[in-house]
């Protein structure tokens, strides 16, 4: 009885496989499926979380800290620094463009 089993599959090695490769493969691909698209619309949902204007040209620019500028305000605003500095200070952090 196994001899003619293992013949059969000899002769016609095909046999087995054209029938889906056995009872429980047919749920791999739709799983497949859903799970490329579950990791699309993750990535979506979490870029569009975190902002699509932190994506530049070069990458995320995460952990560039608060603006100088900002700090240079607060200071101002407090009276750490004078008027002359933070004019200073300011045109440090904004040069002029060159002019042609």
């Not at 200073?88 to 002029?96: F, G, I, K, N, S």
Request: hydrophobic share 45%; aromatic share 12%; proline share 10%.
């Amino acid at each position: 009885m196994l001899t003619t089993d293992v013949a059969t599959l000899v002769a016609h090695p095909g046999w087995y496989a054209a029938q889906g490769g056995g009872p429980g493969w047919w749920i791999v691909f739709p799983i497949l499926w859903f799970l490329l698209f579950a990791t699309v619309v993750f990535l979506i949902a979490r870029r569009a979380r975190r902002g699509w204007a932190a994506w530049g040209p070069n990458g995320p620019h995460r952990g560039s800290g608060p603006d100088p500028v900002a700090i240079l305000g607060e200071r101002y605003a407090r009276g750490e620094i004078d008027e002359a500095e933070y004019r200073t200070r300011l045109a440090v952090l904004r040069p002029e463009p060159p002019q042609r």
